[in-house]
């Protein structure tokens, strides 16, 4: 029978580590009622449990739940770790309490508000993946194509095949500025980094005639017979257009942004040898 006294998991904040919260609940058979990280706002009645991340456990549980529930049950939990979920850590929790008691059911439970909730955030997740497929910009820096993104959802690991296979021969960065991480690409190879603020040196002459261009080309091929700012508002949302070269004020084309200023020179050192 399991504990539902008030406890509280806090961990490091890595699937990894959610998957042991998971595996402990299980271990002491205990419910807990917040699942954390030590950056979340902490209530001043609760005392946390500490969970601490072990590599053997949370592969234990992550095996399971292909085992014990489906393949697409483990994507699915893996897919809503990424999102911007409320609480995600407990939602997941939930979802695979309920997969461990009804098997591969549990993805055809669309009734459950623990499912439904699950499943509607990671369709929020792809479906903003792919539009991020069609919205990155990059600009040129010391022979380095770097763009600037602000996802609502931790979009990155989703992107990166597409990139590293259409730039395969560059080198390129794409900077999460809402979860401070960066996808390098260097090499054939690429990776995840976390990079807390980064500046980028102004843009040259070239990079600006670039810009130039592709406003101009915009401009060029509108019918504007056929202009429907809805539309328009329905396929590119406009909180994307910050980081839309096409869609920037002419002043941008000679100045360096005030976001791009904000970031570290990290990001052009990560390419150093």
Not at 16 to 39: D, H, N, Q
Not at 210 to 225: C, M, N, P, S
Not at 230 to 236: A, D, I, P, V
Request: hydrophobic share 35%; glycine share 4%; net charge negative.
């Amino acid at each position: 029978m399991f504990d539902r006294a008030e406890i509280v998991y806090e961990y490091d904040g890595s699937f990894e580590g959610l998957m042991c919260c998971v595996f402990e609940s299980f271990a002491l058979k205990e419910i807990p009622s917040a699942i954390r990280t030590p950056s979340d706002q902490q209530s001043l009645f609760d005392t946390a449990k500490w969970i601490e991340t072990d590599i053997i456990k949370s592969d234990r549980v992550y095996k399971s739940i292909a085992a014990k529930i489906s393949v697409q049950a483990q994507e699915l939990v893996t897919l809503g770790f990424w999102t911007n979920s409320p609480q995600k850590e407990l939602l997941i929790y939930y979802f695979l309490r309920l997969g461990y008691k009804h098997g591969s059911k549990v993805m055809s439970m669309l009734t459950d508000d623990t499912v439904s909730t699950l499943q509607k955030a990671v369709h929020h997740l792809t479906s903003e993946s792919h539009k991020f497929k069609g919205f990155v910009r990059f600009s040129v820096y010391d022979k380095v194509m770097v763009a600037v993104i602000e996802p609502k959802n931790f979009v990155l690991p989703l992107i990166a095949d597409h990139f590293c296979d259409r730039f395969r021969n560059e080198s390129f960065m794409i900077y999460d500025k809402t979860h401070k991480m960066a996808l390098v690409y260097q090499g054939q190879e690429a990776k995840l980094i976390d990079i807390d603020e980064l500046t980028l040196p102004e843009v040259d002459k070239s990079e600006v005639e670039y810009r130039r261009l592709w406003k101009q080309f915009y401009q060029t091929i509108a019918i504007e017979e056929r202009y429907n700012p809805k539309c328009r508002m329905t396929l590119m949302p406009k909180r994307y257009w910050g980081q839309l070269t096409e869609l920037g004020k002419d002043e941008e084309l000679y100045n360096v942004s005030e976001k791009q200023q904000n970031l570290s020179k990290q990001a052009i050192r990560s390419f150093e040898p």
